[in-house]
């Protein structure tokens, strides 16, 4: 909130404000006065000029998708909330398995917690824009019921959900253990080992490890490897009280989950959600993607990112049936849609790529038409062919970690239908328009803040604004204060308008790669690179791929004196890098540089992209062997020894 104090007279309401709120409300308690006053704050007082209304319990409460799960309980009790290969629930258990979560959380000192009985305190909290008092709890797991039950049990202890993705190494989950603050990680048994060494990690810089609930799929009464604070996840839940009383937000402004951008290692970005903006962006996906009551969806977007685009939530507000997947695979998405009748499901790009170019023996005709939501890297126009002669419905979106998952949809016209082929999928794969949680969004000229022409050419950078974008940064006010700078959330990201008002996203303002749905930062790759003895310099693009979107390719050039090939760099960099994000390309050669010694990244796309994509998919391939699949380097070496 530090630019709210810039302007001297947001200083003389502030202090009138408060001095108001101190002398009409000494009685009040301390919690219930600190409330009121960022309220009296924080919200304008027009509507009261209107003789006779008034703001009260009768008819208002804060915004909150916990309130989905209450709901679900009563209207859908004996419906199925949650499959899991054998494991079946209802949505009467997930209810009750949610309350004895958050209150075994509540008993190992997971809450809100007392705000103390000081004014000048309780002011500094408020002008920090920090509530000291909410403690966050991280979740290191996969697609499985116990994630998807963190995602309510969390809040509804009064906590803070802090997602982090699968695919991070130990150093990384360490870096963002510490800066999260997470008194507790929900840890998957398959990932025990990356847990182990980002405490590891922790203890030698003297952080104090949370406490770690061991997710279990066999009868292990406790982690092995860990103290005796460790617990095991359906030993604690037994020990909760289905009784609970659900711990509500005390304003809908509230943060219910922390998500993570793809940041440098020394500056993590932790994207802050709001209980209203998940409400919100909750029942604005629901309705613009055609959801209705009792769905079935497929669990093929991760639930770590953008807490599964918030339909984690939404699969309670209707009803769903949530098909969990630990592994996707393209065997798994056809045996579940055809098992259990799926009806919705979302991926990035690769996991249409999985499905159109996965064996024909993996295949199986679908019940009927399911439909898909993709975002990222727009799909080349033979996926979404492939896509609609197997039965699927594909729409088209896109979006940030820091708009909650989807920002623009691009929402289909009828007369779009009599189009050719061709047509049909360069109009799919443009990005749309706003989507509904958003009030506006445009593309602009980042210095004059103009609209650029809506001409189809003339490229600016997409901005937002609206219900559906971040609270902000944590602890990071300087990023918070750039990103909404000239009163819109700066995207990064470049595109053109086209004349019917739909954005097309062109290029990615910062160099990011976006592979299999996730960014990857090229500063990054090419800092850890330049670690390389035999380097002298190097540059990192995306390649485009047909199965991921893009993979990172590196243009090296090798200090004089020096011989290695592409597998030792690639090596180098899955040694000291997620797999995701190491260079799947490495060409040798010198790099472009313009007048004053910039590198002509502009050039090295071309080179990547006249490459063609690198995976052809000629064999069954399995998008979590992909992250680790020594074939990968054998491609490389092949595609070398060949040309």
């Not at 500056?267 to 209705?292: D, E």
């Not at 499901?345 to 064996?359: F, K, R």
């Not at 004349?499 to 960014?519: F, H, L, M, Q």
Request: aromatic residues 10%.
């Amino acid at each position: 909130m530090n630019h709210f104090f810039k302007n001297h007279k947001h200083l003389t309401l502030l202090a009138s404000t408060f001095n108001r709120f101190v002398s009409s409300n000494l009685s009040k308690k301390p919690r219930a006065l600190f409330s009121s006053f960022a309220n009296d704050l924080l919200e304008p007082d027009s509507w009261k000029s209107m003789e006779g209304l008034v703001r009260c319990k009768a008819n208002y409460a804060p915004l909150s998708p916990i309130s989905f799960l209450e709901r679900s309980a009563t209207v859908y009790r004996d419906r199925t909330s949650v499959v899991y290969g054998s494991l079946k629930f209802t949505w009467a258990e997930t209810h009750q398995r949610c309350l004895k979560l958050a209150s075994a959380l509540s008993q190992l000192g997971i809450s809100r917690g007392d705000v103390p009985e000081m004014f000048c305190f309780a002011l500094s909290i408020i002008l920090l824009g920090v509530n000291l008092f909410i403690l966050k709890v991280a979740a290191l797991a996969p697609n499985v019921p116990a994630m998807y039950e963190l995602h309510f049990a969390v809040p509804m202890a009064g906590a803070v959900f802090c997602t982090l993705n699968t695919r991070h190494d130990s150093n990384m989950v360490s870096i963002l253990l510490e800066h999260s603050e997470a008194k507790i990680i929900f840890v998957d048994h398959q990932l025990l080992d990356i847990a182990r060494g980002a405490l590891d990690l922790l203890e030698k810089t003297g952080t104090k490890s949370p406490m770690v609930v061991l997710i279990s799929e066999s009868d292990v009464s406790s982690p092995t490897g860990f103290s005796s604070s460790s617990y095991e996840y359906e030993s604690l839940l037994e020990n909760g009280h289905s009784g609970f009383e659900i711990r509500q937000p005390e304003s809908e402004w509230d943060p219910i989950s922390i998500n993570y951008t793809s940041g440098t290692t020394s500056r993590p970005k932790g994207v802050v959600y709001s209980h209203r903006g998940a409400y919100l962006n909750t029942l604005a996906t629901l309705f613009l993607h055609g959801i209705g009551t009792m769905p079935v969806y497929l669990w093929t977007v991760p639930m770590f990112h953008c807490n599964g685009w918030c339909l984690t939530w939404g699969m309670a507000a209707q009803g769903g049936a949530n098909v969990c997947l630990r592994k996707v695979s393209p065997k798994d998405i056809f045996d579940s849609i055809d098992q259990h009748k799926v009806t919705h499901m979302a991926g990035a790009p690769t996991v249409l790529s999985m499905i159109v170019n996965s064996a024909v023996s993996d295949q199986k005709p679908l019940p009927h038409k399911v439909e898909i939501m993709t975002g990222g890297a727009p799909p080349p126009p033979q996926i979404f062919f492939k896509m609609e002669e197997l039965g699927f419905g594909v729409s088209h979106l896109y979006g940030l970690t820091e708009t909650y998952g989807p920002g623009t949809y691009c929402s289909w016209k009828p007369e779009w239908d009599s189009l050719p082929l061709n047509e049909r999928s360069k109009m799919k794969a443009r990005q749309g328009v706003q989507h509904l949680g958003l009030e506006d969004v445009d593309v602009k000229d980042p210095v004059t803040m103009e609209s650029v022409p809506a001409d189809g050419k003339t490229i600016g950078e997409i901005m937002l604004r609206g219900n559906t974008v971040m609270s902000g940064y944590l602890k990071d006010s300087k990023a918070t204060e750039d990103a909404f700078r000239g009163g819109w959330f700066r995207s990064g990201d470049l595109a053109v308008k086209h004349s019917d008002g739909y954005i097309e996203v062109k290029d990615r303002a910062k160099d990011i790669v976006i592979t299999g749905g996730e960014n990857v930062c090229t500063l990054e790759v090419e800092t850890v690179l330049y670690n390389h003895p035999a380097i002298l310099e190097v540059a990192v693009v995306g390649r485009p791929d047909d199965l991921w979107g893009q993979t990172p390719c590196a243009f090296v050039k090798l200090r004089e004196g020096f011989d290695v090939d592409a597998q030792d760099i690639i090596k180098f960099c899955q040694d000291r890098l997620p797999r995701y994000m190491a260079p799947r390309t490495v060409i040798f050669e010198d790099l472009p540089r313009n007048s004053t010694g910039k590198v002509q990244k502009f050039i090295l796309r071309e080179k990547a992209k006249a490459l063609g994509s690198l995976f052809r998919m000629p064999y069954h391939f399995d998008m979590d062997d992909a992250w680790t699949d020594e074939r990968t380097t054998v491609y490389v070496n092949s595609f070398f020894t060949r040309n």
